[in-house]
Nanobody
Framework: QVQLVESGGGLVQAGGSLRLSCAAS????????MGWFRQAPGKEREFVAT????????YYADSVKGRFTISRVNAKNSVYLQMNSLKPDDTAVYYC??????????????????WGQGTQVTVSS
């Protein structure tokens, strides 16, 4: 069982930056592929980024490529999402997710087994 807790959300102006953090419980964090998803009101949960457990390879949604960076520090049981050049369209609740081992780049919610409670990100224009 893995518990995930996100933090770092908030209100920021367009063009600004935020760094989200996700802390995981357990002693086998390095065996988990981690992902970030987001969900805006009235919309489905959508993939943002993922980092795999083996090589730390990353994959991004086209909408955030070049602006967002996912990273992990296994010694801290943590995964991060650095978000730069934020846009109003980035406004959503952001969720951290985990799956043990996982495929190279799981991009749909059903591929993940564990979820955090979410953190709100609001980008004002």
């Amino acid at each position: 069982q893995v518990q995930l807790v996100e933090s770092g959300g908030g209100l920021v102006q367009a063009g600004g930056s935020l760094r989200l953090s996700c802390a995981a419980s357990g002693r086998t964090f390095s065996s988990y592929t981690m992902g970030w998803f987001r969900q805006a009101p009235g919309k489905e949960r959508e993939f943002v980024a993922t980092i795999n457990w083996r090589e730390g390879n990353t994959y991004y949604a086209d909408s955030v490529k070049g602006r967002f960076t996912i990273s992990r520090v296994n010694a801290k049981n943590s995964v991060y999402l650095q978000m730069n050049s934020l846009k109003p369209d980035d406004t959503a609740v952001y969720y951290c997710a985990a799956v043990k081992y996982g495929s190279n780049w799981p991009k749909i919610p059903q591929e993940y087994d564990y979820w955090g409670q979410g953190t709100q990100v609001t980008v004002s224009s």
